[in-house]
């Protein structure tokens, strides 16, 4: 047994869902706020309840997510026969109470905390970057004194900045211990070393033991601080919330399809912030979706480049480098299975569409993703011709209904840092069990290791392994499988999926049934459920043929000494990273927050992103180059905008434009799926399951064009860290 984390014996106070989800069975409760009657659910705090009859509370130290503190006592109300006035973050709403939220006693109380607020709060405001949007600027513009009553103070507490790392910027001075970091810390982002030493003035919030704070979600306590102690480093001194444009997008990443919104000035996205969503990320972003916009001002291609009679690129037109690659086409005299396409980690929905329609009228079936592993891309290893086969089917939410988890081949930490968290949350507030077949990891959860290999596996799913987690799995209502995507490209892969799909079918409704699919796979590469959606995997036939014309679209992760020496190749994309250097021809496309496009995550659910930035240069949507090169080489497509392409997207599958909506595959689609899975019944070779993802700050082009991502791999990676304010002086 690996403990990564202890379990606490007793949570202090449950969050507004769980209180929603637990108390659905019981009696609804009605009481009275402001003179208006409201029913509530039972167990509401006071607090939900006023906001329920459209009374706001002020509140520092409350959060919806988070257990309750009751530290600020800023949300304080008046209740009828009540003593003095109550917090109404920890009292329970009750049957029959009389509230007042906004009367002299209440705005009386309210004044006092704030002028302890501020008593030693700093006069920063005209330098802080919380300024604003700041819920302490907010707060004392109402309850605030233009004056102080404490002339006997020396002078205010000075506390000294921690360094967390090249993310999180302190200025512990302006904290007023509401302690939102501290719990998001030890109950979402499973680093439990951050939290408060000393008592009453000497209070302060730090590590127990100085170090950084080594969290792929850390970035989100700077959206939680209600005053500016927590700013973020690489977006210190930038710019101020009302100069910016924000943008609805969707992070592309990962495969959870976080949702977030781009904050721009002029043609520069200055950063990136979470946008509520309940089914996908909650109000949570990983570090790398957070920070990584950077990268998309270096190492841009701005202009089409063509390879010269010395191996040297020179800038072109649009005419000149897709005559180019007409030219090239012609010359290599590739046909049919000869042509192929490979998509990349960040190919949108639309270019895939429009380069596979390219590619097939061709007379090509030769289309490829650009996975590395033991058994490459040679053909689809587990079935992919069925969504259920590469969807994770639970959905997101569906991980807190989960009473048993088996992780095989995966690190969700990694791999999908806000899932991660979702499960966190379930072992944290139920009795989930975990357990793992593959190399050991901190996932901020405790979990039982059962192998490393799909031996392990097998022997796990036979029934020969004894432990706490084998006797739960055994009696589990709800069990869970969830396989990493990377076991596609392993060399058991396409035995470990038939194995498991002949456990599932053997296990009858426990595993699947009409209100339950607890068969997972979780995808790690934005582009590939909407390629297996669409059908942009490569036959048999076709993945045997040697090719002479390679068209790389966004394909950066792709093995050079898979390209033949003599193909043409031709790359798209909007940095110069390893598929660039293979190229003769290099087109530059537009990046994610600079077009309007499809995005389906690994649940299946069809997101909309949205251009915040208009592209750099030359550079085009990548669906338009691709359409401008089809009538240079001679090929007739069926539309000329995007309203053509998505309704093509529409003939293809209607999901992929139901945006923002998840349809659910059936109990008879699922079991087909499954039939199809189970023929795999190859001999297991033993391999060790590996990790899919090494270093979780730099997985992809935009990524590893970032400059604060670079210092993440130094301080959390390979432990080179620097300095307090190194990275303010970068900036």
Known sequence: MLRIAARPTRLAVANRRNIASTSARQADITLTVDGKEVTVPQGSALIQACEAAGSPIPRFCYHDRLAIAGNCRMCLVEVQRAPKPVASCAAPAMNGQVVFTNSPAVHSAREGVMEFLLANHPLDCPICDQGGECDLQDQSIRYGSDRTRFHEIAGKRAVSNKDLGPIVKTSMNRCIQCTRCVRFANEVAGVEELGTTGRGNDLQIGMYVEKMMNSELSGNVIDLCPVGALTSKPYAFQARPWELKNTESVDVLDAVGSNIRVDSRGVQVMRIQPRTNDNVNEEWISDKTRYAYDGLRTQRLTTPLVKGPDNRFVAATWPDALAAIANGLKRTGASGNEIKAIAGHLADTESLVVLKDLINRLGSDNLASDLVGKSGDSAPVHGVDVKSNYSFNSTIPGLENADAILLVGTNPRHEAAVLNSRIRKSWLHSDLVVGMVGTRADTTYSYEHLGENAK?????????????????????????????????????????????????????????????????????????????????????????????????????????????????????????????????????????????????????????????????????????????????????????????VRDRMWAISPSLVRWDGLEETSLEVAQAGLAVLSKNKKTLKGDKMGLAIGNFYQTDVVSRASVTMAQCTRAFVTGESEPLGAVEMHA
Not at 552 to 569: G, K, T
């Open 456 to 644: 392990s596996l097998e022997t796990f799913l036979g029934g020969k392994v004894k432990g706490e987690f084998a006797e739960r799995w055994a009696k589990a209502e709800r069990p869970m499988i969830i396989v990493g995507s990377a076991m596609a490209e392993h060399a058991d892969g396409e035995a470990v999926f038939g194995m498991l799909a002949r456990y599932v079918a053997s296990a009858g409704t426990r595993l699947v049934r009409e209100d339950w699919n607890g068969f997972n796979v979780l995808q790690r590469v934005a582009s590939r459920p909407a390629a297996y959606e669409i059908g942009f995997v490569p036959s048999r036939a076709a993945a045997s043929a040697t090719p002479k014309f390679i068209y790389l679209l966004n394909a950066d992760e792709i093995d050079p000494a898979s390209i033949p020496a003599d193909a043409f190749v031709v790359y798209q994309g909007h940095h110069g990273d390893r598929g660039a250097a293979l190229a003769d021809v290099c087109l530059p496309g537009a990046a994610y927050t600079e077009k309007g496009a499809t995005w389906v995550n690994t649940e299946g659910r069809s997101q909309l992103g949205r251009a915040a930035v208009p592209p750099p240069g030359a550079a085009r949507d990548d669906w338009k180059v691709i359409r401008a090169l089809a009538e240079v080489v001679g090929v007739d497509l069926p539309y000329d905008d995007v309203v053509g």
